[in-house]
């Protein structure tokens, strides 16, 4: 096949890389600066946009420029995270050196399934980072797509622990058993699903007073399964749970665990850098002890998504779980490879991203940030508590979640009336809020884990609260 004459200008831009990156960069800094403070309202799609997103596939170029104002049209009709007033879910902020690490990540491409030169070094240099920071200690750790990703594979070693060689023989009616709070994020069922345990091996561990895991009840549940010949995987403490912010006692539960040899993960997708502060320190307690851990640096570590990471005590439980030997991908260098511990083979420079955080900004920033969003979630709850027409769902915030609703007088069906106001803070727009039913009860569940929350942003959220809730017919 000869090649065509124009071969050497295939996929080059018709605009300079230059002029296409500068303009990049202009959209870049415009949005940071609307994201220093609220935008009091949120654009629609108009028509124009609308038909755009309907257009086919187009055979032929558009200039690089036009393309890209047509993205950032996109993107300023879209509902960024990185918002100050951004209160739903467990958002991420977008922190601004870490855009850039994902765009210098990008760039340069490199895959870390095997190794990969500085770069594998820098990966290992951000778990020993992370490690310390807040207090697990570490033989190996991984970088994943998210908390969903890190609890599915801490829980695939956990399974071959149980059951070594249960990934070559599979299952054969062996009854597996999982362990965690009621109120525990449903990638844990999830991992149960795909990992052979099933939705009917998960024991659903009672809460206490403050919604934390019953320690007690967990190992009455444990010793009655072993009782029966059941095989328990593993235990699952939330350390913040996506509710309400709780914390299990990771102590008490690591007892529990040791005493009858169990796999310990921590599930700290959100809450675990809130270990790394004094005032909240202390709820973590017994991390030492732990097998594996997960942390979301997309969420209470500012980072845009996805930057998940998986820790073990152990490397080699990961290495037994996920480890391969393929023609293509022999180990002919005496480094392991990363592929060996993670479920991921193309392995994007995520690590990047978290150590130009760390050296830009210092641990101790981060500290102080998360700190702040503590103290901003006690402001939260104190004011709910100073209406008469508001009504905290939980008890004082132990992290940065403080569900509440709208208890105005006369209204008989407050389920029905705050699930409206919630759609009709959204229509509003000058904050952000979702939904959430705790004991049966539908209210707002703000979420604070934003470096660019202010207390009047907090605050804001109550007054609008009140506001079009006592508007509403
Ligand atoms: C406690 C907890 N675990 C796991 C996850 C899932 O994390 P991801 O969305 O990164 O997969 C979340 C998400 O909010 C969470 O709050």
Redesign the pocket.
Known sequence: MTSGPNDDALLRLEASREEALAYAAEIVSGAWRSFDAFRPDQPEMDDELRAMLQAALPDGPTGALSVLSDAARVLDTSLAQTRPRFFA??GSSGLEIGVLGDLLASCFDINLATWAGAASELESQAVRWISDFVGFPAEEGAFTS????S?MTALAAAREHALPGTRKRGLHGEALTLYCSAES?Y?ILRAAELLGIGQDGVRSVRLDGDRRMDPEALAAMIDADLTLGAVPVAVVA?A???LTGAVDPIGAIADVCDERRVWLHV?G??GLPAAATATAGRLFAGLDRVDSV?L?A??WLYLPK?C?VLLVRRRVDLETALAHEEDYIPHERPTAHMVDVTLEYSRPFRALKLWLAFRAHGADAFRAAIERNLRQATLLYEEVRRHADLEALCGPPELSIVPFRHVPPGVHDLDAHNARLVRHLQDDARVWIAPARIDGKIGLRPCIVNFRTTDDDVRALVELTRELGARLP
Do not use: E, I, Q, R
């Not at 998210?146 to 990703?149: A, F, L, Y």
């Open positions: 879910f467990v998210g908390g969903t990703v609890n994020h990638s939330t913040g749970t996506t599930d997708a959100y997960t979301d997309h969420k996805a998940s």
